[in-house]
T-cell receptor
Framework: EDQVTQSPEALRLQEGESSSLNCSYT??????LFWYRQDPGKGPEFLFT???AGEEKEKERLKATLTKKESFLHITAPKPEDSATYLC??????????????FGTGTLLAVQP | AAGVIQSPRHLIKEKRETATLKCYPI?????VYWYQQGPGQDPQFLIS???????DKGSIPDRFSAQQFSDYHSELNMSSLELGDSALYFC???????????FGPGTRLTVT
């Protein structure tokens, strides 16, 4: 069964203090791994798609990397506006016609000024 | 850029009532996914449509049904509402072979 586990559940950082969020996954075949940002009461906002091990993508202070078993979201010199829940999701290539997303429970990030 | 539109944004219903949630995709997006997110939980897949045909079904109760119309908008119909149906309901849309899904702002359903 496909499974996505994120750690830590919550993370509190000081402004400028870099860190990483982890997403471990188990799928029959990985079609894609996705990172989303979600603010309270709002819809998930797409950040990155990673397709194969070794791939990296960057956007402003965020960098996502992928291995065969996990993905990391590195946050460099975070600012208070980076505070949000970060969700990791996978698509299983063995899932037939569907491309449904299977989500982890997220990491709640709080960046204090 | 145009985003996914969901209506209504908030809905309050009593037990055993019915509700209809609507989703309007980004222009040219032909695929719609519905997700349910309970308090403090991750989004759970309910159902999806591609080119107006149901493409997959997840943990959607039999009391719920959905369809996609000729203009690609989708509606989620919920009957015999229960307290446990209180949640945020998101639709996400995509186009053709695009893998990433773009989410709407959600409908917050409260069942009292």
């Amino acid at each position: 069964e496909d499974q996505v586990t994120q750690s830590p559940e919550a993370l509190r950082l000081q402004e400028g203090e870099s860190s990483s969020l982890n997403c471990s996954y188990t799928v029959s075949g990985l079609r894609g791994l996705f990172w989303y940002r979600q603010d309270p009461g709002k819809g998930p906002e797409f950040l990155f798609t990673l397709y194969s091990a070794g791939e990296e993508k960057e956007k402003e202070r965020l960098k996502a990397t992928l291995t065969k078993k996990e993905s990391f979201l590195h946050i460099t010199a975070p600012k208070p506006e980076d505070s949000a829940t970060y969700l990791c999701a996978v698509q299983d290539s063995q899932g037939g016609a569907t491309n449904k997303l299977i989500f982890g429970t997220g990491t709640l990030l709080a960046v204090q000024p | 850029a145009a985003g996914v539109i969901q209506s209504p944004r908030h809905l309050i219903k009593e037990k055993r009532e019915t509700a209809t949630l609507k989703c309007y995709p980004i222009p040219r997006h032909d695929t719609v996914y519905w997700y349910q997110q309970g308090p403090g939980q991750d989004p759970q897949f309910l159902i999806s449509f591609y080119e107006k045909m149901q493409s997959d079904k997840g943990s959607i109760p039999d009391r719920f049904s959905a369809q996609q119309f000729s203009d690609y908008h989708s509606e989620l119909n919920m009957s015999s509402l229960e307290l446990g149906d209180s949640a945020l309901y998101f639709c996400a849309t995509t186009f053709g072979g695009l893998r990433e899904q773009y989410f709407g702002p959600g409908t917050r359903l409260t069942v009292t």
